[in-house]
Structure formats: structure tokens, C-alpha cells
Nanobody, 123 residues
Framework: VQLQASGGGLVQARGSLRLSCKFS????????IGWFRQAPGKEREFVAG????????YSTDVVKGRFTVSRDNAKTTVYLQMNSLQPDDTAMYYC?????????????????WGQGTQVTVSS
């Protein structure tokens, strides 16, 4: 499985970005995809995720109401729409994939990771 994250950049506070995670090399429909972020000096944290089956989407409380995760099975791509961005959202954003995931918000549940895309929010 290979993951290619893109869409990061520099944006002003209250602006928006849409990140993309292109999946290849495996059965996309069978994989849960998660978005994580890591700011300098901090641990990698869960942002949002979309399970391989079902309509449920999950996101951390900090981004609820601002970030939306979606998946396009035909394009084998997962998106993270980020609105009302704040300086605290500045981080490297990673997408990850895994199968048979029970706990979606933990890094160790995923076995494939993309290279990351930098998001910087200026105040």
C-alpha cells in the first residue's frame, strides 16, 4: 500500500484547505483511512478517520465542526476539508491506512503511512 498526501500550504487564520490522500497498491475499499498531525515537539495525534465500511466518520473534538473527512472509493482518495483554520492547526499532516482496525484514533492501528503534507496557519 502506498499513500500520497497533498494539498497542504500556507493559509491565514480562518481560511480553508483541502488535503487529499491518494491510495494505491491495495484494496482501498477494505482499508480504514485516518488523518493524523504532528506539530514540532509534540506527539502525533489523530485528527479524523473514515472506516472501510459504513457511513460513520470520526474526528477529534478539537476539529469537530471545522474539519470534515470523506472518501471517494472510485478515485481511491480520502479528503480532509479543513475550514476555520487556526494557528494551532499548524502541523505536518499524515494519512494512514490499515485493515481490521477497531480503535481508529491510535497510530499503532495503522500499518501504512504517507509522507505528510505541511499545513501552516498564520495569525
Amino acid at each position: 500500500v502506498q499513500l500520497q498526501a497533498s494539498g497542504g500550504g500556507l493559509v491565514q487564520a480562518r481560511g480553508s484547505l483541502r488535503l487529499s490522500c491518494k491510495f494505491s497498491g491495495g484494496s482501498f475499499n477494505w482499508h480504514t483511512i485516518g488523518w493524523f498531525r504532528q506539530a514540532p515537539g509534540k506527539e502525533r495525534e489523530f485528527v479524523a478517520g473514515t472506516p472501510w465500511r459504513g457511513e460513520n466518520k470520526y474526528s477529534t473534538d478539537v476539529v469537530k465542526g471545522r474539519f470534515t473527512v470523506s472518501r471517494d472509493n472510485a478515485k481511491t482518495t480520502v479528503y480532509l476539508q479543513m475550514n476555520s483554520l487556526q494557528p494551532d492547526d499548524t502541523a505536518m499532516y499524515y494519512c494512514a491506512a490499515g485493515r481490521n482496525i477497531v480503535v481508529i484514533n491510535t497510530t499503532r492501528a495503522y500499518d501504512s503511512w504517507g509522507q505528510g503534507t505541511q499545513v501552516t496557519v498564520s495569525s
